[in-house]
């Protein structure tokens, strides 16, 4: 059982596909998305493959090697170090759970272009419960995140006046929509720039209806059409035409990190009392600036981190 969550924010640096394979629709390769809302999101098992190479990358003692398999799970193909190799030589030894879990990493601003400002973060009331009920339930986290009135056709902000343009309108995508300044809001952004890191959401943070939100998530995500150029004739090859789907840049997701006691003999030496603790402690090690996803040739999937 688990002990302590702590939420973990993801912030993208650059386009993330997190893909779910091949489809039959519009976009060949689209991005993870939930059942029963359709917003994008990580699955736990691609977050936690992400952050364990991370912290692979830049392991160098035993004592580094050894706290990767204790906290992840044992992984058998993963033994650079010989001495590390002998700790888990027995079965025994190799049988368990890792001590560390995360949920799916659930998507919680999105970047929006605006006719001002550039562009906003956007979210809606439903997320917010989420986070809200998940901060206060899970992480023990008392928070002024809450559920907000956003009347239909309509957008609250932390503040309207660097969005705004004439007649208090604001421009989002190639919609427009009337914007009013909100108190609830203001705290919501205020909460969110502290969490997240970002300054900037308390000028940039925009609410939206539930259900404009969940059209801007299915419709304003970035599709890029590919091409393989054959290495023989330097023209495309045959049939290589696909469009692939990205979250875009500076989208904001969070997941839930979950630590428990080590459930090894080698890892109670290396964790010793206070386990879970330590493992809470270790996992916030992790690098700022991290990639998840497909593409990393590409340079997509650069993300910075931060657990709260």
Not at 3 to 8: D, G, T, Y
Not at 66 to 90: C, L, Q, S, W
Not at 197 to 213: A, C, R
Not at 295 to 304: D, E, Q, R, S
């Amino acid at each position: 059982m688990y002990k302590i969550a702590k939420p973990l924010f993801i912030h993208c640096q650059t386009p993330m596909h997190a893909g779910s394979g091949d489809d039959l629709g519009i976009v060949d390769l689209p991005i993870q998305r939930e059942s029963h809302t359709h917003y994008p999101k990580i699955e736990a098992s691609s977050l936690k493959g992400a952050i364990r190479e991370s912290f692979e990358e830049i392991a160098k003692t035993d004592d580094d090697f050894t706290k990767i398999h204790v906290a992840f799970g044992f992984d058998g193909a993963y033994m650079p170090k010989e001495n590390v190799k002998k700790k888990f030589e027995r079965s025994e030894d190799q049988d368990f759970a890792g001590a560390l879990g995360f949920s799916d990493a659930r998507l919680l601003l999105f970047p929006l272009k605006s006719m001002r400002g550039v562009f906003v973060w956007a979210t809606c009331g439903k997320v917010l419960r989420r986070l809200s009920s998940e901060m206060s339930e899970l992480c023990k986290k008392t928070t002024v995140l809450k559920e907000v009135d956003v009347p239909e056709n309509k957008v609250i902000a932390a503040d309207k006046a660097p969005l705004s343009i004439i007649g208090n309108k604001i421009q989002l995508e190639e919609y427009s929509f009337d914007i009013e300044d909100n108190a609830d809001a203001k705290a919501i952004a205020a909460e969110l720039a502290t969490l997240t890191g970002i300054t900037e959401l308390k000028q940039k943070l925009v609410i939206l209806p539930d259900d404009v939100f969940s059209y801007f998530v299915r419709n304003a995500t970035e599709v890029v059409t590919r091409i393989k150029i054959d290495n023989a004739t330097g023209t495309v090859a045959s049939g290589a035409l696909f469009t692939e789907e990205y979250l875009p840049a500076e989208s904001v997701l969070y997941s839930l990190v979950l630590a428990s006691d080590v459930f090894s003999k080698v890892g109670k030496e290396h964790f010793g009392s206070g386990e879970a603790e330590k493992v809470m402690a270790y996992i916030e090690t992790i690098g700022k600036v991290i990639q998840i996803g497909g593409n990393a040739t590409l340079g997509k999937g650069i993300v910075k981190t931060k657990i709260a």
